[in-house]
């Protein structure tokens, strides 16, 4: 996991503690529960040599998984099932939590934090690895 750089201005992250923002504006989201966006956010990093772009995670609740995306990339997307899109599509609002770099920000935090203000999850790469995670959970024991 990379440190985030303290030299970063980006300005959809909060000072201190956490906010909701609009999805849409700065930026689309995939939320994805449990254990399912743990192993997801995983194989991104690896696949990425550690920096796959902003990623979210919530410690309690659903646990969820929020992948940040380019705005507008995530509408019109046939996401697996569990992967849940957060955008700005005609007549839906979305709000996406985004915690402070540091601090008290619980219960978020970054798994990945922002490396630059145009910087997210690419939409793609993301989708093939939501697939995989599916195929991978599907999958009957003893054949992983």
């Known amino acids: 996991m990379n440190a985030p750089s303290c030299h970063t201005r980006i300005d959809w992250i909060p000072a201190s503690g956490f906010q909701l923002r609009k999805a849409g504006v700065q930026f689309d989201a995939v939320r994805v529960d449990g254990d399912d966006g743990r192993r997801a956010a995983d194989l991104l990093e690896h696949m990425t040599g550690g920096d796959p772009g902003p990623v979210v995670i919530e410690a309690n609740g659903r646990r969820g998984v929020y992948f940040l995306l380019p705005p507008g990339s995530t509408a019109g997307r046939a996401w697996p099932a569990g992967a849940m899109p957060f955008n700005a599509c005609r007549g839906t609002v979305s709000y996406?939590?985004?915690?402070?770099?540091?601090?008290?920000?619980?219960?978020?935090?970054?798994?990945?934090?922002?490396?630059?203000?145009?910087?997210?999850?690419?939409?793609?790469?993301?989708?093939?690895?939501?697939?995989a995670v599916e195929r991978a959970a599907a999958a009957p024991p003893g054949s992983r």
């Open 96 to 131: 996406v939590p985004v915690p402070a770099r540091g601090g008290r920000t619980w219960p978020l935090a970054w798994r990945c934090p922002p490396t630059a203000a145009d910087r997210f999850v690419h939409p793609f790469l993301l989708l093939n690895v939501l697939l």
